[in-house]
């Protein structure tokens, strides 16, 4: 199975922050990876595929980036609405596998 | 506007099962692969189990393999989870999400609201 891990954890920021949460995959999982928003008591909401690509009505303030085992996710400038649990994940092979998650909060 | 509704949740015995149903709308369910995807309480994301759009293809993962069946019904837009031999360690919400592409499997665009499984004596 392939093993996602993420950094940091926690991450305490203010609005208006730029912030970066990094991924990391145990093998190369070309760019087969997503990047999900969740809310306390809500489903997960796709933010990104493909690594890079933005869903469908998600703020441009949001980016992907990288191939093979390592990626990030930023937010340009972070809004209020943001703060929120991000995982990551890898769709590139079974069984389709999370990382365990970066909780942002207000610092 | 595309709606995937869980029923079926609630307090099980270990040892026991539940059937879980999510009902799907706004959307040819039918031409969608689908899935179930859990989370523990205060815990993160796991995948359980993938069906494709006529219910050919299934996977599972290892930690449900043999105890958990996945079906679907297109004609009554549903997708569903059977849950035998329950154990603790099967406490979740479970949610149904749908893959966004047809024939790119594992990546979810709409999910459910969730249903809380409690496996407790």
């Known amino acids: 199975d392939i093993q996602m891990t993420q950094s940091p954890s926690t991450l305490s920021a203010s609005v208006g922050d730029r912030v970066t949460i990094t991924c990391r995959a145990s093998?190369?999982?070309?760019?087969?990876l997503a990047w999900y928003q969740q809310k306390p008591g809500k489903a997960p909401k796709l933010l990104i595929y493909k690594a890079s690509s933005l869903e469908s009505g998600v703020p441009s303030r949001f980016s992907g980036s990288g191939s093979g085992t390592e990626f990030t996710l930023t937010i340009s400038s972070l809004q209020p609405d943001d703060f929120a649990t991000y995982y990551c994940q890898q769709y590139n092979s079974y069984p389709f596998t999370f990382g365990p998650g970066t909780k942002v909060d207000i610092k | 506007e595309v709606q995937l509704v869980e029923s079926g949740g609630g307090l099980v015995q270990p040892g026991g099962s539940l059937r879980l149903s999510c009902a799907a709308s706004?959307?040819?369910?039918?031409?969608?692969?689908m899935n179930w995807v859990r989370q523990a309480p205060g815990k993160g994301l796991e995948w359980v189990s993938y069906i494709s759009s006529s219910g050919s293809t299934i996977y599972y993962a290892d930690s449900v393999k043999g105890r958990f069946t996945i079906s679907r019904d297109n004609a009554k837009n549903s997708l569903y989870l059977q849950m035998n031999s329950l154990r603790a360690e099967d406490t979740a919400v479970y949610y149904c999400?749908?893959?966004?592409?047809?024939?790119?499997?594992?990546?979810?665009?709409?999910w459910g609201q969730g249903t809380l499984v409690t496996v407790s004596s």
């Open positions: 999400a749908r893959d966004r592409i047809r024939g790119v499997a594992g990546l979810f665009d709409y």
């Open positions: 093998q190369s999982i070309s760019s087969w």
């Open positions: 706004g959307f040819t369910f039918s031409s969608y692969e």
